[in-house]
């Protein structure tokens, strides 16, 4: 194990322990996280209401040091809520009032609420870490992450999320009630969890280098021709009309060399990318409406890949 391995793999067990102090049973998805932030990625959670979405979010924020700010979206949410806008005084100055996307970790909640327009605001930012305003352009903080929160589809006052947008989150996690065990432990820690004892274990300046760390993690070409063989079996299924772009196969490669970071390895194996598979390629297929009525989710659509798909030794 190299020490650079060593490093990201501490940092990770420190923020899982931290985070759980306020999350039960959240261990495999503050892992998700701390992958898709040190990929330099983005998040999507899907859940109902009341799954501790925001509370993971705000503990994770704490754990790793890093400024967070969140937006709550309706549908009278403004782009400028976002990314933030000019005033103007009477002597003609003209000042910039930065929007809550400047953080580290934006918190966008329930973004399926908010109009079109604004859904694609966040779409410089995602990918080029930056926001134009009236043809200036601002770079934002580093390490920069969106997690955003969904509704489950067709909840009522919703917008389905375009193409464009979904493509851009590396991850889209499904959060879900709790076990009956699980939620007695959430009930009996009421009091310790609203005291919100998380304390931060790194920085964004450590994280950086983190960051820098986990590019160094190998991937054997036979391990990238898996990627690219799930990748192009889901296009050609018949029951696809639309099927994972090249950027998810960018995503995939970049996930599984910071997981395979977190969990102590210097190098990626198969069952890395058999694991964030289903994360990382779901939310990017479109389902033909004819195989949409007969019940066919993406779900099964990329286990069948995972079970047809030869797997590299």
């Known amino acids: 194990m190299s020490s650079s391995v060593v490093k990201i793999s501490r940092i990770a067990e420190k923020v899982v322990e931290e985070v759980s102090k306020v999350i039960v049973g959240g261990e495999p998805t503050i892992e998700l996280l701390l992958a ?11 859940g109902p209401p009341g799954s501790a979405k925001t ?8 754990a790793t040091g890093l400024t967070f700010k969140r937006v709550q979206m309706t549908v009278e949410t ?18 910039f009032r930065k929007g809550p996307i400047f953080s580290n970790i934006l918190l966008v909640d329930e973004l399926n609420r908010a109009p079109p327009r604004t859904q694609s605001a966040l779409l410089e930012a995602m990918q080029e870490r930056q926001v134009t305003i009236e043809g200036d352009t601002y770079d934002l903080p580093r390490p920069f992450l969106v997690l955003a929160t969904q509704m489950p589809r067709g909840a009522v006052g919703t917008y389905a999320l375009p193409e464009v947008v979904l493509d851009r989150f590396a991850l889209k996690i499904d959060t879900r009630y709790l076990e009956p065990e699980k939620e007695k432990e959430v009930v009996a820690r009421t009091d310790v969890i609203e005291e919100f004892p998380v304390h931060p274990v790194s920085s964004s300046k450590e994280l950086l280098e983190l960051a820098v760390l986990a590019k160094t993690v190998y991937v054997d070409e036979d391990v990238m021709a898996y990627i690219i063989n799930l990748v192009n079996f889901l296009r050609a299924n018949p029951s696809v009309e639309a099927g994972p772009s090249t950027r998810g196969s960018v995503h995939l490669y970049k996930l599984a060399r910071t ?6 390895r210097d ?11 289903p994360y990382v390629l779901e939310h990017r297929i479109k389902i033909k409406p004819q195989v ?4 066919v989710v993406p779900n099964d659509l990329v286990e069948e890949a995972l079970k047809s798909v030869e797997v590299p030794k």
């Open 36 to 46: 898709a932030l040190l990929a330099e990625e983005h998040v999507l959670i899907e």
């Open 267 to 277: 190098y990626v194996i198969p069952d890395d990318i058999k694991y964030l598979a």
């Open 78 to 95: 403004m782009p400028s809520d976002i990314t933030g806008f000019y005033v103007y005084t009477l002597t003609g100055q003209r000042l």
């Open 259 to 264: 997981y395979a970071a977190i969990k102590g």
């Open 292 to 295: 949409e009525i007969e019940g």
């Open 55 to 62: 509370l993971m979010a705000r503990a994770f924020a704490r």
